[in-house]
């Protein structure tokens, strides 16, 4: 997946969300671009943890109203 994005969904609760963020550097290594999406409040933190990566912040129960912005193709999620 060297050339392709992929989609990342954060789920569950925050600290699951933080457990398997442990997991999102060999992620971004594999693939060209990561998305992640996220708990609101971690937003700033897996931006900042994670600068190779576009953290989207969607609060919960609102994930159907978030849109995948028109420049990015997802590969696989």
């Known amino acids: ?11 569950q609760g ?12 060999d992620a971004i ?9 996220c708990e609101p409040r971690l937003q700033r933190l897996l931006a900042r943890s994670l600068p190779k990566a576009m953290v989207v912040a969607v609060p919960r129960g609102r994930e159907h109203l978030w849109r995948m ?3 990015l193709t997802i590969d696989a999620q």
């Open 1 to 11: 997946m060297a050339d392709k994005t992929l989609l990342i969904h954060g789920e």
């Open 14 to 25: 925050v600290g699951d969300e933080i457990m398997f963020a442990t997991c999102y550097p």
């Open 29 to 37: 290594a594999l693939t060209g671009h990561v998305v992640i999406t």
């Open 69 to 71: 912005p028109s420049e």
